[in-house]
Nanobody
Framework: QVQLVESGGGLVQAGGSLKISCVVS????????RAWYRQAPGNQREMVAT???????NYADFVKGRFTISTDNAKNTVYLQMNSLKPEDTAVYYC?????????????WGQGTQVTVSS
């Protein structure tokens, strides 16, 4: 069974920084593209950043220049470094990964980690 577990969320003041992590564990063959999404109350879940197996990255316009996605493949971990945080960045941040296991490629989600930015 594959699990994605996020950590590192919390409360930070506007202008501050936070780094969140997501570890993939369980039984699988490969990890494909990984991503961070977020969902604020009353809003739809939206993509924040993605990173492929070849470390090609893509960012939503609203985080470009402020957030950085990275991976440590030896630890099956994906990170999101968030700088210059704004109150509108407040949301639950979810980790997503495409995983290859015996059933083929499937998307998996973590349980989410709360990030709150105070003004």
């Amino acid at each position: 069974q594959v699990q994605l577990v996020e950590s590192g969320g919390g409360l930070v003041q506007a202008g501050g920084s936070l780094k969140i992590s997501c570890v993939v564990s369980g039984s699988f063959f490969k990890v494909g593209t990984r991503a961070w999404y977020r969902q604020a109350p009353g809003n739809q879940r939206e993509m924040v950043a993605t990173i492929t197996k070849d470390n090609s990255t893509n960012y939503a316009d609203f985080v470009k220049g402020r957030f950085t996605i990275s991976t440590d493949n030896a630890k099956n971990t994906v990170y999101l470094q968030m700088n210059s945080l704004k109150p509108e960045d407040t949301a639950v941040y979810y980790c997503n990964a495409n995983i290859l296991n015996a059933g083929g490629w499937s998307p998996y989600w973590g349980q989410g980690t709360q990030v709150t930015v105070s003004s």
